[in-house]
């Protein structure tokens, strides 16, 4: 017998070409606050006008906030809400990757909130406040990643105390999603294979969580497994090959965006979110990517089964003699192919062993992993720490 349990409200515009499609939907207010990175990738690719032309053919006005950080922050966010109030925003678009989405997210909650951000944080130093609503969120994809475009999740940092957090609502499932993989062929080589591997996380993360119990899970990472693990190598090969990325739109801002509504992700994610807290120029595929190998190679013992089924959606049959192991074998042919490996290390981004307890305590202490299914200490982690450092 399964269960399923589903509530995924985001409307989604999905497919090549679909972006002009915003000049004439029905959008959630009358003037827009558009989210954009402070590196003004955006408007450089032309992107940024395109969509401001659209608005304008809408009806619809608008402000840009251009100063979305990498890891987005508490005080991006509150910033960006002060921008919103001053110019009569009543809903907010993230035009770009993931961290402008996230940043959309958190400011929509804090347009409509008292306080500040940290107010409303679930776990670490946050206050655990509701929220009452949120204003209405558009997101416009330029990358395949993070699922952010159809999941109730964003992730911010907090400056102050290091803390880089999940707040997880249905308040800030997006209202409208447009996923154009037309404007994925921009992607650069490192971040197209870093948000792919994130995707291929959140797929694999959810279905060992789920433990089979939603099959809407199971169908979902299934699919999304099959599609990272044949079209990756393709867009890392080339990058404009438009079938290849919108098979990776699918797997990734559709699939593992549901996943992820309906399931939570392992301690994986926390681990490599709490690197990307202490060290804020660590994207966040390459936090989950250092310590990967190590971290399956552990947890294999706990769901020997489920890794395995992993690494059969990969193509990588199980091995009786050593269970578990499939999806540590899927996991490194697909690093190798796709020549992931050249693109990382711990020491080139300033992290040393001695920060490695503080990542342990932070995880384990702060954020917290008691939700994992399967026991996982500080020690663990500091020794998947010791065995990835490179």
Known sequence: MFTIDAYTP???????????ELGSVSLPGKKALICVTQDGLMEKLGIQKRVTDLLKENGTEYVVFDRVQPNPTQSGVMAAAALAEKENCDFVIGLGGGSSVDTAKATAIMMKNPGVLW?????????????????????????????????????ITNE????????????????????DPELMC?????????????????LAECYI??????HLVDLYAEDGIKMVAH??????????NLEARTCMCYAADILAGYTQALCSTTSHHIIAQTIGGQFPAVVHGESLLMIAESYYK???QFRPALLDELGEFCGVLRDGSDPGQGFVTALKQLMDIT????????????????????????TVDNTGIDFEKYEITKADIIQILKESYR
């Open 339 to 362: 020549g992931v490996r050249e693109l990382y290390s711990m020491s080139a981004e300033g992290i040393t062993e001695a920060d490695f307890q503080i990542i342990a305590d932070v």
């Open 160 to 179: 102050e105390t290091k803390e880089k957090l999940d707040f997880a609502m249905d308040q800030i499932f997006p209202a409208l999603s447009f996923i």
């Open 231 to 240: 079209n990756l190598p393709l867009v890392a090969k080339d990058g404009n």
């Open 119 to 155: 107010d409303y944080a679930q776990t670490g130093t946050g206050k655990n406040q509701s929220v009452s609503c949120a204003v209405p969120i558009v997101t416009i994809s330029t990358t395949c990643g993070t699922g952010t475009e159809t999941d109730p999740y964003c992730v």
């Open 209 to 214: 969580t789920n433990e089979h119990q939603n």
């Open 298 to 300: 552990k947890v294999k």
């Open 186 to 202: 921009s992607l650069p080589h490192k971040l197209t294979l870093y948000q792919g591997f994130d995707a291929l996380f959140h």
């Open 10 to 20: 985001a409307r989604v515009i999905f497919g090549a070409g679909r972006l002009k």
